[in-house]
């Protein structure tokens, strides 16, 4: 699948969002969820492992997507506006990369986020190839 089979509402909505959540699993294979900051780029979804303080060398999702390397991203519009409602999961595997080694996805997260045009993350970067999606609208279930 590529992001353009996606209906043209959802493909807006992966687009602008600035916010995503990846769904992966642990060591334990528990679920774990966390936010991101993503970029679509040839296909593909690019997250990267910015300059924030890290607790390890490697932090735990690189480790975990690397043991198991299937993942979601969940972007979302809220509203308390009910009828505004909308998410999209997209779903695949994830491929850890050197920052250096993707520095056009590089400029695609530069070109959206400001913090990164000022200070570059080092990465790595996680690209999620899409194979299945999942998606709801509140303007959908209304008809």
Request: aromatic share 6%; with cysteine.
């Amino acid at each position: 699948m590529t992001l353009g089979d996606l209906p043209p509402w959802a493909r807006e909505l992966v687009e602008g969002a600035r916010v995503a959540r990846l769904g992966l699993l642990d060591e334990r294979d528990e679920p774990r969820v966390l936010p991101v900051t993503f970029a679509a780029h040839e296909g593909a979804l690019w997250s990267a492992v910015d300059r924030k303080p890290k607790r390890a060398a490697e932090p735990a999702r690189v480790r975990r997507l690397r043991r198991n390397p299937r993942a979601s991203l969940l972007v979302d519009a809220y509203s308390d506006a009910w009828e505004s409602l909308a998410w999209i999961e997209l779903r695949g595997r994830v491929t850890v990369l050197e920052a250096s080694d993707a520095p056009a996805a590089l400029e695609a997260l530069a070109a959206k986020y400001e913090q990164y045009r000022v200070e570059p993350p080092p990465g790595p970067l996680l690209r999620l190839a899409p194979e299945r999606f999942a998606c709801w609208r509140a303007a959908d279930a209304a008809r």
